[in-house]
């Protein structure tokens, strides 16, 4: 009966547990176990059935560890390619976006002129195809609103790129940063609509010093205002509240929408690499690659992220990092 018990408790950690964690419980409950039964057994010894069946639970175990290691890489691989396609698309848009900001900025500087001579052939009656006010108004305003949105999409192939391709980081490679000086170098470089611009509470608080990059922290606040500003607009309401808190135990800087929220069980997930909701038609930086890449980063300074949310009324992002020792 215990030997049945054994293999049945061996495959389900062989489909539960990953290969290396599988390993660990297997030699550390083993050990466990023959110490229990050594000090509770005057002649500890190893009967023969038990010997006549190590095999066989040797060879679940390893067998498990195996088919866990294989799909573990499948798995990493799968992962790899996708994130080095999305920078690969990411990369190549670059190209054709600039282009047609190069093309929209050249028509800026010669429209005006082309609108006025049009103007003026129509005063002196010349042959020209007449085109309404309304349509004049509207060619006016066009290219403004293509180099807004060329520069709008560049930001977010930015983000991406950057979410895709996290370098490793060293304690050599981290640096005293001022959390105020993220912020303020991320709320002026994205690319916030007229609208999104109103949904941004003052930033509040005290300003700390964190060990980090500077470049890979402003990106961490662009996906959390990304994610933000999208379920405000989904859900037509809330606004953006971020605040930097510095204490004796760490230093914290609180990120805080009243849009939509969070359900609860889906918050344990929501770090996780490609990890969504499908309901909600999130896009490629709402799809798991945004909040893992800000847990990642976190973690690589030293700090933590957590996440706390009542569906309907908030969602709260704490990102704490350590003090630096003077």
Not at 12 to 41: K, Q, R
Not at 100 to 126: D, K, V
Not at 193 to 211: K, L, Y
């Amino acid at each position: 009966m215990w030997i049945e018990s054994t293999l049945i408790a061996v495959f389900v950690m062989v489909l539960l547990l990953d290969w290396i964690t599988l390993i660990v419980h297997c030699i550390v409950g083993v050990g466990l176990a023959w110490l229990a039964y050594s000090l509770t057994t005057e002649a500890p010894r190893l009967e023969h059935v038990t010997l006549i069946h190590l095999p066989i639970i040797f060879f679940a175990v390893v067998l498990g560890t195996l088919a866990n290691y294989v799909t573990e890489v499948v798995r990493l691989e799968q992962e790899r390619a996708m994130l080095a396609t999305a920078g690969s698309i990411a990369h190549e848009l670059r190209t054709p976006l600039l282009g047609i900001r190069s093309g929209a900025a050249g028509l800026r500087n010669f429209l005006p002129a082309l609108l006025s001579a049009y103007q003026l052939a129509r005063e002196n009656s010349l042959p020209v195809v007449a085109i309404r006010r309304s349509h004049l108004a509207t060619i006016e305003g066009v290219l403004e609103r293509i180099e807004t949105e060329a520069n709008y999409s560049n930001a977010i192939i930015d983000i991406l790129i950057t979410n895709t391709r996290l370098p490793k980081l060293g304690h050599e490679d981290l640096s005293p940063c001022s959390m105020m000086r993220c912020i303020r170098i991320a709320l002026e470089r994205y690319p916030f609509s007229v609208d999104e611009i109103s949904q941004i509470a003052p930033v509040t608080g005290n300003d700390f010093i964190f060990e980090g990059v500077e470049l890979l922290m402003v990106h961490v606040i662009f996906n959390l205002l990304k994610n933000s500003l999208r379920h405000i607009a989904m859900t037509g309401k809330g606004e953006i509240c971020i605040r930097a808190v510095s204490s004796s135990q760490c230093n914290q800087l609180v990120f805080r929408d009243t849009a939509a929220g969070i359900p609860s069980e889906v918050l344990p997930h929501i770090f996780k690499r490609f990890y969504s909701l499908p309901a909600t038609g999130d896009n490629i930086l709402g799809s798991g690659i945004g909040l893992a890449f800000c847990s990642e980063v976190v973690q690589a300074f030293g700090g933590t992220i957590e996440c706390s949310s009542i569906l309907g009324e908030f969602c709260e992002f704490s990102l704490k990092f350590p003090r630096i020792q003077s």
